[in-house]
């Protein structure tokens, strides 16, 4: 395996009229290990976060980087900051982004490289990889880009929205009452003046960790997320991010994906973990009016933070067992 690093240019595609670059993390596997019909995961964080919590590692723990994952079982793994977060150019107004700048240049970030894999212009002696199986897969927010970069742009063969829901996505909370002040700091935010950011408005009484990390989680591990604060970082550890678009905090809203995932005539995978910011799992199939083939994984003992999870391998070997069925279909 091998990792490479790349700056892809979008600005075109952006629209704001500057230079705008994505930070994109590739992890190639040994070219013995591809299958004859090749497959690439694109996978982009969710809010607060940056493309290393595709990436992560812990002193004294194994096992937490889902990219050498995919990559040591032939899978080509692709992770991408979004515009506005970690890496990636960051607009000196992040109220700019909106939902078409998210979708348009993630898309345009994924031709891109899916043309370079195709062409075996990544590394010398990597092999051309023609007639790339591309899936789309994004945690929370990033999710959210690949539903939108999906309705509006067709960018990929198949998605997996993991931790979001198309229909209304809802941080659970410990009791009803939680739960519905929860969804009221976050409507608060998200209507009316579009331009104010959740990171600049109180969340008291909203409980991050039993949304974010299941009990097992060890807890110097939960405590390197946690430290610097969340969703308000002063800090940011290696996987995470300081800043988030805007407009990130109207993905919380009822039906802000419907036209989008109405749209997609993709083979869809839902995957979420047993106590995750999808209210009732099994309804979100509807919004996917147009998908052949769509799939629902409810993962055992995980949280919202998915790569964080003692099951988190369950949702690897789902991806890429899905992921190869549909590429040799």
């Known amino acids: 395996m091998q990792r490479i690093e790349r700056r892809i240019d979008v600005s075109e595609a952006a629209g704001l009229g500057e230079p705008v670059e994505m930070a994109v993390s590739i992890v190639l596997p040994d070219p013995a290990d591809i299958p004859e019909r090749p497959v690439a995961i694109f996978a982009v964080p969710g809010g607060g976060y940056s493309r290393a919590y595709y990436h992560l590692s812990f002193a004294g723990h194994e096992g937490y980087d889902e990219a050498a994952w995919h990559a040591a079982r032939g899978t080509i793994h692709v992770a991408i900051d979004h515009v506005g977060v970690g890496e990636s150019s960051i607009p000196p107004d992040l109220s700019r982004i909106s939902f078409q700048t998210l979708a348009?240049?993630?898309?345009?970030?994924?031709?891109?490289?899916?043309?370079?894999?195709?062409?075996?212009?990544?590394?010398?002696?990597?092999?051309?990889?023609?007639?790339?199986?591309?899936?789309?897969?994004?945690?929370?927010?990033?999710?959210?880009?690949?539903?939108?970069?999906?309705?509006?742009?067709?960018?990929?063969?198949a998605i997996a929205p993991c931790g979001v829901s198309a229909i209304h996505t809802a941080l659970p909370q410990r009791s009803a009452e939680e739960f519905e002040l929860g969804k009221r700091r976050f409507a608060e935010v998200s209507v009316g003046d579009a331009s104010q950011s959740h990171l600049t408005t109180s969340h008291d009484g909203v409980d991050y960790v039993y949304p974010f990390h299941w009990e097992d989680v060890p807890a110097d591990i939960l405590e390197a997320d946690m430290v610097g604060g969340y969703p308000i970082r002063r800090t940011a550890p290696a996987f995470g991010s300081l800043t988030i678009p805007h407009c990130a905090v109207q993905m919380m809203t009822p039906g802000c994906f419907a036209e989008d995932a109405a749209r997609i005539a993709v083979p869809v995978l839902v995957a979420v973990g047993e106590r995750d910011t999808c209210p009732d799992p099994r309804t979100e199939p509807s919004a996917y009016r147009a998908s052949p083939d769509i799939g629902v994984f409810i993962v055992p003992r995980m949280a919202h933070m998915h790569n964080f999870a003692s099951t988190r391998e369950l949702l690897w070997q789902r991806l890429h067992g899905w992921s190869r069925m549909l590429a040799n279909a």
């Open 104 to 157: 348009a240049t993630h898309d345009s970030c994924v031709r891109q490289v899916a043309a370079m894999i195709e062409r075996g212009d990544l590394a010398p002696g990597f092999p051309a990889c023609p007639g790339l199986f591309r899936v789309g897969m994004g945690q929370s927010m990033g999710g959210g880009v690949t539903i939108l970069a999906q309705g509006r742009f067709a960018s990929f063969d």
